[in-house]
């Protein structure tokens, strides 16, 4: 019995290293892309794995010596020569699934720079959720997460600059994970410790 429970708590363990690990999102961090050091460069959609955009994506590495969040590079939203600017990625997805969003976000130059995240179902481009985020801090990584539910086998998730100009908000380290099965793994060794406790009694 008493193997037949390690095993099972180690499945616990191994179920949830393996989900904490598995980002669906593809290039999230904008390593990808070769960026000389301190520089940036304009890439087309088809130039960048994962990300989409119908303007470049500007990508940068470690702006002006301000440090990438996760690894050396990162992505600003408002891209050379335009603003308003969308980047996008679908990922596949199943329906009635929680899944975690987190990135890293910050204002390059002033805290009126805001930016939109979007997370829909693409197939019926219906809103999962959305949040206006203004900026509070400029060069200083903020970090944002939330949990939201898939309503098909494609979900889309979309950053949208709402401020003109060249120059705006910086992102890094954008994940989509199945949440790690912690609250699920105590409610299960729980339910087995009850079980044991029961059987030595009988
Ligand atoms: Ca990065
Ligand atoms: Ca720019």
Redesign the pocket.
Known sequence: MKKVIASFIGGIALLASVTANASLIVNG???NNTVNAGGWKSFNSSQVDGWSSEAGIEIWNNLNNFA???????AELNSNGSGYQSLYQSFASDAGQVYALDFAHTARDNLSESFKIVISDANSDTTLFSEVITQTTRRQWNTFNTVFVASSDMTTITFTSLNSGSTGNLL??VSVTVPEPGSLGLMVLGLIALVCGRARKA
């Open positions: 961090s904008f390593e990438a969040f996760d690894g050396a590079q990162l890094d380290a």
